[in-house]
C-alpha cells in the first residue's frame, strides 16, 4: 500500500515536487539530505492531500475534493500521528505546503473553496459548498499554528495589492481563512500577531484585520483587545469605523464598556461625518439603563449637526462660482452630508424604539435644558423621532415636552426655522410626526403654544413636496371647520400667510379652501371676512392663479345678496366688499393704462360689483349700514387702484350730502313727536355757512315709515336711515383721509356743526311721556352719542389747537348725553336701542343684555330669602345676616336716589366703537381756545380741560379694548345647540390689529397715564391735608371724588392689564417691556436707559410704592396691590418684593375705608376687593400660620368685645358684616399652607421631624380656633365654609401630616400627644355641624356632610394603625359618639336610634386622665384611645374621653 501511494505521488504529483525545488534550495537554514530523501519529503505534502481525498489543480481551477470535510480531516490527522517520522513529519508537511503556495496562483486556489469532485458517485451525500484547503487545514489542531503563521507570513507579501481582476482581495482572503473556527489553539498568540500586522499594514488592511477580530478571537481575549483597540482610536481617527464595529461585536465588562464609551465621546467632535453615524450607533448600543439619563446628556452636548451642513446661503455662493464638475462636487457632498445625518437620525430612531431606557433618557436630556441659547437642532429633530415610534408613551412624552418647552421660550421660532432649512430632507421622514405636533399645538388654548403650531404648519409647507402640500393645507381648513375661535384665526391667518407666499403652489389647493364656505355658520364676521379675503386673493389676485372658482365665488356671492335672511346677506356684502378689495387692488408691476393698472374690464366689473351690492343693501338700513362699514375697512386696509378710489371717494361725498347734512334755517318745519332744534354748535361764532346734520327729521321719518312699511311697495324710493349716518360718516372720512394724505380740510365743518334735534329738557319729564316717545328719545340721545363718537374718530388725530379744542367738546357732549340716557333708559323699560355694530347678529347683544338684567333681578330676590333655614337659638346670627345683607343693598337705593339711571355697561354694545387713535386724547393737557367774533376779534377765552367726567369715559374705553385684546381667553367649544353671546361684539376695529401693536399703544401711553396718575395721588393728597387727614372733610365734592376715585382705579387696572400681558414673556417683546418699566422709572429716577431689567423692575415698584398713602378707596387699593405684584414678577425675582407687597397689604387692611360722604364702605363689590386683598397678604406673608393666628386670635377676639356696628381695632375692615370674607379666606390660605409642608419620611433627622411637628401644630392650633368660631358665628355660610375647607384640611392631614406621625412617635410622644389631642377637638366640632345640618335638612349644609364623615372614619383608622405601626395597639378604643347640634347639645331625636344609627360618628380623643377629666361636663360615651406605650404608661398618661 505504502508502495503504491508513493509510485501514485511520482507519476501525478512530480510537477510539485520540482516546483518546490527552488524553494528548497533558498531554505538556508535546513539540513542536506540525499536525493532520495529530499524527493520523498518534497511529495509528503502532496501525497497525504491525495489520500484523504482532496487533489490540487493548476491554473485557475479550483481543488477538488473527493470526501466529506470532516473525513479528510480526520485522514490527514491520522496519517501524521501514523508516521513514523511523528511529530518531524508535521513540519514536513508544512515545509510542503509552503514549497507549494509559493505560487501566487496555486496560493490563490488554496484560499477559493474546493469543490466536489464530479466523478464521485455518492456525491451528493455531502454538502455542495467546501471549505477552502486553508480553511480545511486550520480546522486540524496539530497543525493550526503553523498554517496561521504561515498565512500571516505571506500577508504582506500582497499587502501593496489592490484587487484582482476577478475581485479577489489576497490580504482579505487571508483574513477570512482565520475567522469562526471551530478552536482557536493559542488564541493570545494569534492576537499579538494580528495587532503586529495591523501597526504596520495600511489602512485598507488595517480595517479588514480589526473588523474580522470578533470573529477570530475567542472570548477571553476581548477584554485585552479592546483595550489595544481603545488606544488604536485615539491614535488613529481613520479606524473609527472599523475599531468601533469590532468594538460592538465584543463581549466586554461594564467597566471596560464604560471606559471605551467615555473615550468614543470624547473623540466625537473629530470624528469625520460619514463616519458619524457608526460612531452614534456605538454609543447608543453601549448604554446601560443606570447611566442612559448622562449619556444622552453628553451625547446631546457633542452632537453638533449645525457643523455637519453649508449652510444655505454659503451653497448659493458656491453655486454661483463654481461650473461644470465643481458645481456637481459640490451638491454630493451637501447630499452626502444629508445622507449621513439621516444615517444618525436612523441610529437613534432604532435605539430609541426597541430601548425604553433611551427614549426616556432622551427626553430627559432635553427636558434639562434651561437656556434658550442651549437648544439646538437635535433637540427638535429627537422629539420628531419619538414622536414617529409606535410607543404611546414616547408620542405623549415628546408632545408634552415640546409644549413646555414652547411656552416657556425654550424653543423658538428660529430654531424651527433653521432645522427646516438645513435638514429639509431629513425633516423629510417625519411629515407625520410634524404634521400630528402642529395639530396639537395649534389647537391649544396656550396664546404662547398656538403660533409655534402655525409655523410648523408654514415651514412645512415651504420646505416639503406637492404630497406634503395637500396635507397641510387640508389640516388647516380642518382647523377653520372645528369652530373653535382662538384655532379658527390661526388657521385662516397661516392660510392668508402661504398665499401671500407661494401663490401659485396655493393655487392648486382652492378647491379645498373653497370648502370652507360649506361651514361659514361656524365663523364669526372676522373670520368670514378673512376666508373671503384668502379666497379672493387666490381668485382674483394679480397673477390670478386661482381663476378657476373665479365662477364659484360670484354664485355664492349673488346668493348670498339676494338672500332675504339678514345673516346670509351679511355674508355676501362681507364677501363681495373684499372680491373688490382684491380686483381693486393697486398692481405697481402690470401698467396697462396711464391713469391706473386696471384694465377697463376690470374697472367695470369692480364697478359693477359694488352696485349690485349697494342696491342689494338698500332695503335694509341695517344691511346698508353693514355696506358702508365694509367699504370704510376696505379702503382703511387695502391699497385700491386710483380710479376704484376715486370712483368711491366721490360717489360717497355727493351721497353724504345729500342724505344726511342740511343747512341750518331759522325755522325748521315739519311734525315731529318732539319740537326740533338745533343743539350742540360749536361753530356759534364763525363766518362761514351753517349746516346741521338732520337727525331728528331723519329719525322722524323712520319712525313713521316702519308702521306705513307693509302698506309700500318693496320699489319705493330709496329711503335715507339714521342708522347709517355713523358708519356712512365713518366711510367718507377714510376716503378723505385716503385722497388728501390725512388732510381732513374738505369735511372739518363737520367736527362743529349742530345737529337737529330736541330741546334736552324733556328728559326730566321722561316718566310723563307716552311709550312711543320714549323710544323715539331714546333712540335720539343713542344716535347722538354714536355721530359724536365717529366724529371723535375721525378728528383726534388733527393736529391743529383749534380742532383738539372742538374734540375735547364733543367729548364732554358724550359725557353729558350719557347721563342724559341713563335717565331715559331708567324710566324706558324694555327699550332695545338701535344697532351700531352691524357685522354680528344684531340679537345677541339684547340677549346678553336681558341676560344681565334678570341675574340682576334674580339676584336681589334671592337675597332677601337667604337666611331662612336656622335654627330658633341662631337668632342673633340672623340678625347679623340680616344686617349684612342689608349692607349690600342700602348703596345701590342710595343711589338711586341721588342719581337715578340705568347702566350703560349693558348697552355698550350699541355704541359705536373708538379706534385706538382715539385714546391719543389722554395726551392732552389744558388747552386754550378762541371764539371770534364777526369783525374776527377775540372776545372770549375759554379754556377747556379734559375733566375727571372725560379721563373716566377714555380710561373705562381702553380698559375694555386692553382686557379683550391682551387678556387670553382659553379657547372653549361652542356648547351644542346653545346660544352664545359674542363678546367681540364692538370690538371690530380692534380685532383687526394684533395683540402686539395694542401693547405698544398702550405703553405709548404710559408716560401720560403716568402724568394723570399722579395728578390723581396729588388731588387726593391735597385733599387729606385741606381736611386735616379726613376723607370726608366739609368741603369734598362727593361727585368729583367719585369721578377722581374712579379714574384713579381704572388707571391703576390699565396698568396692571398692560403688564400682565403674556407676551411680555416671550422674548421678541423684552424691549417692549423694558421701554414700559422704563417709563415707570424714570418717573422716579433718570437714566432709566442705562438700567438692566431688574434694576428697571426694582426702580417701577419704589415709584408706585409712593403711590399707597393717597388710595381713595378699597378697590384702588387692591388694584395698587395686584399691579405691584404683577411688576415684581416682570423681575424673574418676585420674592425680592414679597415682604413690601404683604406689609402694602397689611396697612390697606388695617385701615378704616370711608367714602366720601362719611360713611364705612360695604356692600358685595367691597366684600369682594376685601376677599382678593386678604388673599394677597396672606399668600406674601412670609408665616401663613403666624398670620392665620394673628387675625383669629387678636382681631377677631377683638371683634366679639365689640358693639354690633363696630369693628376689630387691629383689623379695622374686620366687623361682622365682612367676617364671613375673613373666615372663607383664612380657612383657604391655611389648607394651602399645609398642602406645602413636606410629607415626613423616615429619613428625616430629629431636627428636621422637630421642625415639622412643631409646623403642624401650629397649623392644628389655627384650626381649632377657626373651628371653634362657628359656636359663635354660626349662620349658614359661615358653617358651610368650615364643613368644605374642614374636609380638606383633615384630608391633606391624613396625606401629609399622618406619616410625619408615624416616625415621629417615638421619639416626640409628648408632641404627637399634643397635637392628636387638639385636633380631636375640632373633629368633634365637625362632627357637631354634621348633626346641625342634618336637623336642619338643609341641602346646601348636607351637601358636605358625607364627604366630611368619611374623612373622619378614615382619621379614626389612620390614627389606630399609627398606634399599631409603634406596637401600641392596646392603648387605642373606640366607642359612640353621640350626635349634638352647634350648641353641644344633644339630638333627642336620635336617641332611640342608638349606635346602629349614620349619625352615630366614630372618633377618638387623647386626654391626661387625672387632669383633664373635669374639663368637659357633656359625658359622652364616646370612643377613645390611649396613644401611650403599656411598657411605658405613666398614671398620668393614660387618657380618658369621657365628656
Not at 275 to 298: G, N, Q, R, T, W
Not at 1138 to 1163: C, K, M, N
Not at 1232 to 1242: L, S, T
Amino acid at each position: 500500500m505504502m508502495m503504491r501511494t508513493k509510485r501514485r505521488s511520482a507519476d501525478k504529483g512530480g510537477g510539485a515536487s520540482t516546483n518546490s525545488k527552488a524553494k528548497k534550495s533558498r531554505s538556508a537554514g535546513r539540513q542536506p539530505k540525499d536525493a532520495v530523501a529530499e524527493e520523498t519529503n518534497e511529495s509528503v505534502f502532496g501525497v497525504f492531500l491525495r489520500e484523504a481525498g482532496v487533489t490540487l489543480k493548476r491554473g485557475s481551477s479550483s481543488n477538488e475534493i473527493a470526501v466529506d470535510q470532516v473525513v479528510f480531516q480526520k485522514r490527514i490527522q491520522k496519517q501524521l500521528q501514523k508516521s513514523p517520522r511523528f511529530p518531524a513529519i508535521i513540519q514536513e508537511f508544512i515545509g510542503g505546503l509552503e514549497s507549494y503556495i509559493e505560487n501566487a496562483e496555486r496560493f490563490r486556489n488554496c484560499l477559493l473553496p474546493c469543490v466536489p469532485q464530479a466523478s464521485v458517485g455518492d456525491g451528493s451525500s455531502f454538502s455542495s459548498f467546501q471549505e477552502s484547503l486553508m480553511r480545511l487545514l486550520l480546522g486540524i489542531e496539530m497543525l493550526q499554528t503553523l498554517i496561521i503563521n504561515t498565512l500571516l507570513e505571506k500577508l504582506p507579501e500582497f499587502m501593496l495589492d489592490g484587487v484582482g481582476d476577478a475581485g479577489l482581495h489576497i490580504p482579505r482572503m487571508i483574513i477570512n481563512q482565520l475567522k469562526w473556527l471551530d478552536r482557536v489553539v493559542d488564541s493570545k498568540e494569534l492576537a499579538v500577531k494580528l495587532m503586529e500586522l495591523v501597526s504596520v499594514a495600511p489602512v485598507e488592511v488595517q480595517r479588514d484585520i480589526i473588523t474580522s477580530l470578533p470573529e477570530i478571537l475567542e472570548d477571553s481575549q476581548h477584554n485585552e483587545i479592546a483595550r489595544e483597540l481603545n488606544s488604536l482610536l485615539q491614535e488613529n481617527t481613520q479606524l473609527t469605523v472599523p475599531v468601533l464595529d469590532a468594538l460592538s461585536s465584543l463581549n466586554l465588562s461594564s467597566s471596560l464598556l464604560t471606559e471605551v464609551r467615555g473615550a468614543v465621546m470624547a473623540t466625537l467632535a473629530a470624528v469625520q461625518l460619514e463616519d458619524l453615524p457608526v460612531v452614534v450607533k456605538f454609543i447608543l448600543h453601549s448604554v446601560s439603563a443606570a447611566d442612559a439619563c448622562e449619556v444622552m446628556c453628553s451625547l446631546r452636548k457633542k452632537l453638533e449637526l449645525e457643523q455637519c451642513v453649508v449652510p444655505a446661503a454659503l451653497q448659493a455662493s458656491q453655486r454661483m462660482k463654481s461650473k461644470g464638475a465643481a458645481a456637481s462636487t459640490s451638491t454630493s457632498s451637501a447630499g452626502s452630508s444629508q445622507d449621513s445625518i439621516v444615517l444618525v437620525l436612523d441610529c437613534i430612531k432604532s435605539a430609541v424604539r426597541f430601548q425604553k431606557t433611551i427614549s426616556e433618557a432622551w427626553l430627559k436630556a432635553v427636558e434639562s435644558v434651561d437656556d434658550v441659547e442651549d437648544h439646538k437642532v437635535i433637540d427638535l429633530l429627537v422629539l420628531f423621532i419619538l414622536h414617529s415610534t409606535n410607543a404611546n408613551q414616547s408620542r405623549r412624552g415628546a408632545e408634552r415636552v415640546l409644549k413646555v418647552k414652547v411656552r416657556s421660550g425654550l424653543i423658538q421660532e428660529a430654531l424651527l426655522h433653521k432645522t427646516f432649512r438645513d435638514y429639509a430632507q431629513v425633516m423629510r421622514g417625519f411629515f407625520p410626526s410634524i404634521q400630528a405636533l402642529a395639530q396639537g399645538l395649534l389647537r391649544s388654548p396656550d396664546p404662547c403654544v398656538g403660533p409655534f403650531g402655525g409655523h410648523m404648519y408654514r415651514h412645512a409647507f415651504t420646505a416639503f413636496d406637492s404630497y406634503c402640500h395637500q396635507e397641510v393645507v387640508g389640516s388647516l381648513v380642518t382647523h377653520v371647520c372645528s369652530g373653535v375661535g382662538g384655532e379658527v384665526d390661526m388657521a385662516l391667518e397661516l392660510l392668508c400667510g402661504l398665499v401671500a407666499e407661494k401663490p401659485s403652489e396655493m393655487s392648486l389647493y382652492a378647491v379645498f379652501v373653497k370648502g370652507i364656505l360649506d361651514y361659514m355658520d361656524n365663523l364669526t364676521p372676522p373670520q368670514i371676512r378673512r376666508l373671503f379675503h384668502l379666497l379672493s386673493r387666490l381668485a382674483f389676485g394679480q397673477q390670478q392663479q386661482g381663476s378657476h372658482i373665479q365662477d364659484d365665488m360670484h354664485i355664492v356671492i349673488r346668493k348670498q345678496l339676494s338672500s332675504t335672511v339678514p345673516k346670509y346677506k351679511r355674508i355676501g356684502i362681507i364677501g363681495a366688499v373684499m372680491i373688490v378689495s382684491s380686483m381693486g387692488a393697486l398692481r405697481p408691476n402690470v401698467r396697462e393704462s396711464q391713469s391706473g393698472s386696471l384694465s377697463q374690464e376690470t374697472l367695470r366689473q369692480v364697478t359693477a360689483l359694488l352696485e349690485l351690492v349697494k342696491s342689494s343693501s338698500e332695503s335694509s338700513a341695517e344691511a346698508a349700514a353693514l355696506y358702508y362699514d365694509e367699504m370704510a375697512n376696505l379702503v382703511l386696509n387695502s391699497t385700491l387702484d386710483p380710479q376704484v378710489q376715486e370712483m368711491i371717494g366721490r360717489s360717497v361725498l355727493n351721497d353724504f350730502q345729500d342724505d344726511f347734512v342740511v343747512d341750518v334755517d331759522p325755522e325748521i318745519t315739519g311734525s315731529f313727536l318732539f319740537p326740533a332744534r338745533v343743539m350742540y354748535n360749536l361753530d356759534e361764532g364763525e363766518t362761514q355757512a351753517c349746516i346741521a346734520i338732520n337727525l331728528l327729521p331723519l329719525l322722524n321719518q323712520e319712525t313713521q315709515n316702519k308702521g306705513e312699511q307693509q302698506s309700500q311697495s318693496r320699489k319705493a324710493q330709496r329711503r335715507v336711515s339714521p342708522l347709517c349716518l355713523s358708519p356712512f360718516f365713518r366711510l367718507l372720512r377714510l376716503c378723505e383721509e385716503k385722497q388728501h394724505q390725512g388732510d381732513l380740510e374738505e369735511i372739518d365743518g363737520l367736527v362743529g356743526c349742530p345737529l337737529i334735534l330736541t330741546d334736552m329738557d324733556v328728559v326730566e319729564k321722561v316718566e310723563s311721556l307716552s311709550k312711543a316717545e320714549r323710544d323715539f328719545l331714546c333712540s335720539l340721545l343713542f344716535h347722538t352719542i354714536n355721530w359724536f363718537r365717529e366724529v371723535i374718530n375721525a378728528f383726534c388725530g388733527q393736529k391743529e389747537t383749534w380742532m383738539k379744542m372742538k374734540v375735547m367738546s364733543r367729548l364732554q357732549n358724550i359725557t353729558s348725553l350719557q347721563t342724559l340716557l341713563e335717565r331715559a333708559l331708567a324710566g324706558t323699560p324694555g327699550y332695545v336701542p338701535p344697532a351700531s355694530n352691524f357685522d354680528g347678529e344684531s340679537s345677541d347683544a339684547i340677549i346678553l343684555a336681558a341676560t344681565v338684567n334678570k341675574a340682576k333681578k334674580d339676584g336681589a330676590g334671592k337675597k332677601r330669602k337667604a337666611p331662612g333655614r336656622t335654627s330658633s337659638e341662631n337668632s342673633s346670627q340672623q340678625e347679623e345676616a340680616t344686617e349684612a345683607d342689608e349692607a349690600q343693598q342700602e348703596p345701590p337705593e342710595k343711589e338711586k336716589e341721588s342719581r337715578p339711571g340705568a347702566s350703560l355697561g349693558s348697552y355698550r354694545h350699541f355704541f359705536r366703537e373708538l379706534d385706538m387713535e382715539v385714546l391719543s386724547v389722554l395726551q392732552c393737557g389744558l388747552m386754550s381756545r378762541s371764539l371770534l367774533d364777526s369783525e374776527e376779534h377775540t372776545n372770549v377765552r375759554e379754556e377747556v380741560l379734559l375733566g375727571p367726567a372725560q379721563l373716566v369715559f377714555l380710561l373705562e374705553d381702553m380698559l375694555r379694548k386692553l382686557e379683550f385684546r391682551l387678556t387670553a381667553a382659553p379657547a372653549k367649544r361652542a356648547p351644542f345647540l346653545k346660544g352664545r353671546a359674542d363678546k367681540s361684539i364692538g370690538f371690530s376695529h380692534l380685532q383687526q390689529r394684533s395683540p402686539k401693536d395694542v401693547a405698544s399703544c398702550s405703553v405709548q401711553l404710559l408716560p401720560a397715564l403716568c402724568s394723570h396718575l399722579e395728578n390723581c395721588h396729588n388731588h387726593f393728597q391735597t385733599l387729606l391735608l385741606e381736611n386735616n387727614g379726613v376723607v370726608d372733610g366739609p368741603a369734598t365734592d362727593v361727585q368729583e371724588h367719585q369721578l377722581m376715585s374712579s379714574s384713579y382705579q381704572l388707571l391703576l387696572q390699565v396698568l396692571n392689564t398692560t403688564f400682565s400681558w403674556s407676551g411680555f414673556s416671550q422674548p421678541g417683546q423684552r424691549s417692549l417691556l423694558k421701554k414700559a418699566l422704563g417709563i415707570l422709572a424714570g418717573r422716579l429716577k433718570e437714566g432709566g436707559a442705562e438700567l438692566n431689567l431688574e434694576q428697571l423692575v426694582k426702580h417701577s415698584f419704589e415709584y408706585l410704592m409712593n403711590l399707597s398713602s393717597s388710595m381713595p378707596s378699597l378697590s384702588a387699593a387692591l388694584s395698587l396691590s395686584q399691579l405691584l405684584s404683577t411688576v415684581a414678577e416682570r423681575g424673574g425675582d418676585a420674592a425680592a418684593f414679597r415682604d413690601h407687597t404683604a406689609s402694602l397689604a397689611r396697612r390697606f387692611l388695617s385701615q378704616q375705608w370711608v367714602t366720601a360722604v362719611g360713611e364705612r364702605e360695604r356692600g358685595s363689590k367691597f366684600n369682594e376687593a376685601l376677599h382678593t386683598l386678604l388673599s394677597i397678604y396672606l399668600e406674601h406673608v412670609d408665616d401663613v400660620l403666624k398670620a392665620v393666628e394673628e387675625i383669629s386670635e387678636e382681631g377677631i377676639s377683638e371683634l366679639l368685645n365689640t358693639a354690633k356696628d363696630k369693628s376689630s381695632s387691629s383689623w379695622p375692615t374686620l366687623s361682622r358684616p365682612t367676617f364671613l370674607v375673613f373666615y372663607k379666606v383664612l380657612m383657604a390660605e391655611l389648607e394651602k399652607a399645609i398642602r406645602k409642608i413636606p410629607v415626613g419620611r423616615f429619613s428625616d433627622n430629629m431636627e428636621v421631624q422637630s421642625d415639622k411637628l412643631l409646623t403642624w401644630n401650629l397649623a392644628v392650633r389655627d384650626f381649632h380656633i377657626l373651628v371653634n368660631l362657628v359656636k359663635v358665628f354660626d349662620s349658614r355660610p359661615v358653617v358651610i365654609a368650615c364643613l368644605k375647607y374642614g374636609r380638606l384640611f383633615l384630608e391633606s392631614f391624613l396625606k401629609l401630616g399622618m406619616p410625619l406621625l408615624d416616625y415621629s412617635f417615638k421619639r416626640h410622644k409628648e408632641d404627637v400627644q399634643s397635637l392628636l389631642k387638639t385636633f380631636q377637638l375640632s373633629t368633634r366640632q365637625l362632627h357637631h355641624m354634621c348633626g346641625h345640618s342634618k336637623m336642619n335638612q338643609d341641602t346646601s349644609l348636607t351637601n358636605h356632610v358625607p364627604a366630611l364623615k368619611k374623612s373622619l372614619e378614615l382619621f379614626v383608622y389612620r390614627v389606630k394603625a399609627m398606634l399599631t405601626l409603634n406596637n401600641c395597639q392596646e392603648a387605642f378604643w373606640m366607642g359612640n359618639l353621640k350626635n349634638r347640634n352647634l350648641k353641644g347639645e344633644e339630638i333627642l331625636s336620635q336617641r332611640s336610634q342608638g349606635s346602629d344609627d349614620d349619625d352615630d360618628e366614630e372618633e377618638k380623643e387623647e386626654q391626661q386622665r387625672s387632669q383633664e377629666q373635669s374639663e368637659d361636663e357633656e359625658s359622652d360615651s364616646e370612643e377613645t384611645k390611649k396613644t401611650h406605650r403599656t411598657e411605658d404608661l405613666d398614671p398620668g398618661d393614660i387618657t380618658d374621653d369621657s365628656e
